[in-house]
Each structure stands twice: as C-alpha cells, then as structure tokens.
C-alpha cells in the first residue's frame, strides 16, 4: 500500500444546466488497495461523482486526484489508471465480446496480440469464453454485466469503479462475480463499489462512506460503522402464541402473528437473557433471524429514508 | 499515452469504423453502387446522348467526375454521422469518453473510417463509370487531394451533426434539406456557365461546386472555378469544420453533461 490514495476528491460541486446541484462541496479519500462501498439513496450524487471522476460528466468546481494525477490537468494519465463498470449496458451491441475486449484495449493503447491474450484471460475468468464470438445483444443480462467487468480490467486498472454491477443479476452469477472482483482486490486493485444489495457492501468491503443530497455524511471503516449499531433487530419463529410476552428491562418485544414475534435487543443485553425470560413465560424459540441487515439499519438511520436505497440516480440526475 | 500508445489507439478506432462498414456491407457499399448505375443509365446514356456535350465534353464524361464526388461526399458523411450518433445513442461513446485518448485522437478515427467509406464507394463508382465510358484522369495528383478533401470536410460536418443531434430525425434533416440541394446545385450535373449570372453568382456561395470542379479538373483537367481557389476554400472549410469539431469534443458538448 502506498502514501498516495487511490482517489482524493476536494471540495466537489457540481451544478448542471438545469439548476440541479448534485454535489455540494464533497471531499473523499480512499485508500490504494481499499475496497471502498459508496452508498447513498436515490438522487444522492453517486453517479455524478462516479461520472466526474471517470470523465463522464464535465467537472464543475473542486479537484479530483486519481493516484496523485489530477483529471482536471492530467486527465489522460489520470483515466488510464481508472477501469469503470457503468450502471447500464453501454457496449455496441452488435459487437462480439471479444471485439468489444479488444477494442476497449486499444483505445487505452495497448496491443492488439497483447489485448487477445487479456481478452480470453477475462472472458475465461468470467466463464465468457464460449460466448466470445456472438453477438452481445444475445447474452443474457447476468452475461452482458460480466462482460462490462471484464471491459474494465482490459487496461488492468490500479482503481476499478463498479457502479451497482450486479443490479438485476441472480445471486450464483453475483456470487461469482464477487469472487473475481474480490481476487482483484486481493492483486492490489483499489475497489470503490456502489451497491443497493448492502449486505454484499458489509460482506465485501473495508471502508464505507455515505452520500446524501451530494455531501458525505458517513465517512468510516465497515467495522467502526456497524459497531455504532446500538439496537439490532430480530425476528423470532416461536411454537406458542397462547403466552403473554414477558417485559424485558430495554428490550422490546412485539408480537407479528401467532407463531412469530419480533425483537429490539440492545447490544447490551445478550441474547440468552431474552431466551430465558420467553423460555420462563413457556415460549420456545424455534429459530431467528435479523429483521434487517446491519448496515441496511444503519443506512435507513442515517439518509432518514424508510426504504432502502434504489438502483438508480435518475431522480435527480438532469 | 506514449507516441505509440495513441497511434494503436488510432488505428483500433478506424479499423472498427471499417468492420463496421463491412459487417454492414449492403447498408455501406451496394446502395451507391445501385444508385450510381442507374444515375449513368438514365442522365449518362439515355438522356445524356441526347443532350450532346457540356464545355466542349460529352455529357456522360462531364457528370463522370461529379458523381464520383457527389457519392463520396454523401458516403463520408453518411458514415460518421450515422456511426457517431449511433454511439451516443447506445452509449458506447462512452467507452472512448472514459479512456485517455485525447480528443483529437478520437476524431480522427472517426472521420479516417468516414473518409475510407467515401473513397471505397467513389473507387466503385469509377468503376462502374467504366462501364459506361472510358475514365482517365488528367492529373491525378489534384484528382486525388480533392476528392480526399472533399471527403475530409463532410466529415467534419457529419461529426457536428451527430453532435448537436439528439433523435434520428435529427441526423435525416440535414441530409435531406442541406446536403443533397447543395450538391445537385454543385454543378454535378451542369457548367455554371450555363446560368444566368445572378443565379452563378449564388452558386459561388456553395463549397461543393469547389469540391466538383476541382475534382472535374483532375479527371477531365476543365473546370468552372481557378483550382487554386476551389483548394483554398476546400481547405479553409477543412481547417473551420475541423476546430469546431475538436472544440465539441474537447468541451464534451452534446456528450457531457
């Protein structure tokens, strides 16, 4: 790990045509190596950011360092560093994967002989391999993402950008895709994910920072950020819904239906409390389970928002 | 990027303009080829023996050049405002918009696969016209540089238009209500000579008389206009078009939000 950061953005506002402002004043460290989750609700700013930083959206005030190279005045440099996996499918569809690989290398200048040997590399590792020479609007949607990502890696990337990759993909191909990003990872390349799945940011990633109304509110490593959660919530499946529930000092005990009832328990107070006192009123737990994920709690906490954060930024994006 | 570095750049960025244009081969390369047949049938033979000669030239031979040209700036611009839209319009721009390739570079590439276009098609037109007449070119150095000019600045304006454009209708309305009035007023078909002055000195104001007759000069070596003023308004409208372009591209108007 080196002194200079993957990503350093300063004091970062950007206002577009129609008067929306997306991003007020944003600052933003992330560390080389990191695997870095930046959440937010709908219309936060997150796709603005991901947008300035890879050169999609002109950049309005304040600077962004990419390694130390400014996308202002070293933008080349600085984009030659950056592998992105948009949020929508933006390869030529008539294009095969492995034309669409091969390109994307070229247009970074790398070699055409060196771009086929990463090509089959990525599509091998993202099991595309039998797929490289159809036409892309044939892949299914788990196979067009997988194919974005191994665009991405195309020019080995020091800082690869995943924005919401794995939206509208079954669980085994994002299982698998989280593996390959994680072995990246693990090579040395710095990781920033957004993500509306939150248990694969609390699952996946090191350090986390929030964005709300295009300012960062929460700033912090994974482990600090869940550790602020005080209260967890849990579901209990019980055998009997004749007893009356017993009364637990700081814990509260809500019945949802005759074979269920629904706990807020204190980091506090263990757990084996709250099964004794509902084992001595006659009640038997069956089995539990987390009302939410941690960090989905923590984030409905913090963005004040009852429901968890959407795919998209089309709600404040012009 | 290294010298290197940007030329692979380049060359990946034309050579997948031009397996475009062969992966859509019957879009690309046979309608001009058709239409062009039908032009020296109809206007070549039919009409054409009937008419006699235009500046001293059978007219077959006179409209030779102008087709060619006229199907080359077509083409050129064609290709470059169709593939550039198209990529904005199914975001594959962004692919190039995210990488370091300067502006120009990118350009460049696209206006290389629209200028290749153009002169495969003008390539196929002369030979067709061969069909119809014997071609040879008088000078083909001056042959050669306009009809590459030509194709160089309706390029550029290709790339503006699919700029600018935002809905298909957009990259059809000046094709149809520009460029094609002002290249059959170019004097493809007919010498300025011909016209009332008030109407020759309106087609002044068209750079596609410039473009024709300067090629006309290469193939036949007659043309309406002094070949040194038919380049320096080829190349002043390649120098203008061209800046604007890069400056649309550098700012990221169209394409930036």
Not at chain 1, 155 to 184: H, K, Y
Not at chain 1, 280 to 297: D, F, P, Q, T, Y
Not at chain 2, 20 to 30: D, E, G, P
Not at chain 2, 146 to 160: D, Q, T, Y
Request: aromatic share 10%.
């Amino acid at each position: 790990m080196t002194s200079t950061p993957a990503l350093s953005v300063r004091n970062l506002t950007k206002t577009y045509d129609n008067g929306v402002v997306a991003l007020r004043g944003l600052s933003l460290d992330v560390a080389a190596g990191d695997f870095f989750a930046l959440l937010g609700p709908n219309g936060a700013g997150k796709s603005t950011l991901i947008g300035m930083i890879a050169s999609l959206v002109n950049l309005g005030e304040g600077e962004i360092e990419v390694f130390g190279l400014s996308v202002r005045h070293q933008r080349n440099q600085a984009m030659s560093q950056i592998g992105l996996v948009p949020q929508e499918i933006n390869f030529n569809q008539f294009e095969k994967p492995v034309e669409i690989l091969v390109n994307q290398a070229g247009f970074y200048g790398v070699p055409r002989k060196i771009a086929l040997q990463r090509a089959e590399k990525y599509l091998r590792a993202l099991s595309l391999w039998d797929k490289r020479d159809a036409t892309s609007r044939t892949l299914s949607g788990g196979m067009k993402r997988r194919l974005m990502i191994a665009r991405a890696m195309m020019n080995e990337p020091r800082l690869l950008i995943l924005d919401e990759p794995t939206a509208g993909v079954d669980i085994e191909i994002r299982r698998s895709m989280w593996q390959f990003v994680r072995e990246i990872n693990r090579t040395g390349t710095t990781v920033i994910l957004t993500t509306h799945y939150l248990e694969e940011a609390e699952q996946l990633c090191r350090n986390i920072a929030i964005i709300d109304h295009g300012r960062i509110i929460e700033h912090s490593p994974m482990r600090s950020l869940l550790a602020k959660l005080d209260v967890e919530s849990f579901v209990l499946d019980i055998d009997d819904g004749e007893h009356s529930l017993p009364a637990i000092d700081g814990v509260r005990l809500q019945r949802l239906d005759n074979g269920s009832l629904e706990a807020e328990v204190p980091k506090a107070i263990a757990l084996s409390e709250v099964f004794a006192a509902l084992h001595h009123h006659g009640i038997r737990v069956k089995s539990m389970r987390n009302k939410a994920n941690r960090l989905e709690e923590l984030f409905m906490r913090l963005v004040g928002n009852p429901a968890p954060p959407p795919a998209t930024d089309a709600g404040r994006s012009p | 990027m290294t010298g290197h570095e940007t030329w692979t750049a380049l060359y990946t960025l034309w050579r997948r303009e031009i397996m475009r244009i062969a992966r859509i081969w019957s879009q690309t390369l046979v309608p001009p080829a058709i239409t062009m047949t039908l032009y020296f049938l109809i206007f070549g033979k039919l009409i054409g023996a009937r008419i006699g000669q235009m500046d001293g030239i059978a007219y077959i031979d006179f409209i030779v050049p102008g087709l060619i040209m006229m199907s080359v700036i077509t083409n050129s611009y064609g290709n470059i405002v169709s593939s550039f839209f198209g990529a904005k319009f199914g975001k594959h721009v962004e692919e190039m918009l995210v990488s370091p390739m300067p502006s120009w570079v990118i350009l460049a590439g696209y206006v290389g696969g629209a200028v290749t276009r153009g002169l495969a098609v003008g390539t196929i037109v002369l030979f067709i016209a061969m069909f119809f007449t014997e071609v040879r070119l008088a000078n083909p150095l001056v042959t050669l540089s306009s009809v590459v000019l030509a194709a160089i600045v309706f390029s550029f304006a290709g790339f503006i238009n699919a700029t600018f454009a935002r809905k298909f209708d957009d990259v059809a309305i000046i094709p149809a209500f520009v460029l094609t009035p002002l290249t059959y007023l170019g004097g493809v078909f007919y010498s300025i000579s011909l016209l009332p002055e008030l109407w020759r000195n309106v087609s002044y104001a068209n750079p596609i008389l410039y473009m024709v007759n300067a090629f006309r000069y290469g193939v036949l070596g007659v043309s309406d206009i002094p070949l040194a003023v038919a380049y320096a308004v080829m190349i002043a409208f390649a120098v203008l078009l061209g800046g604007f372009s890069l400056w649309l591209l550098h700012t990221g108007r169209g394409l930036r939000s």
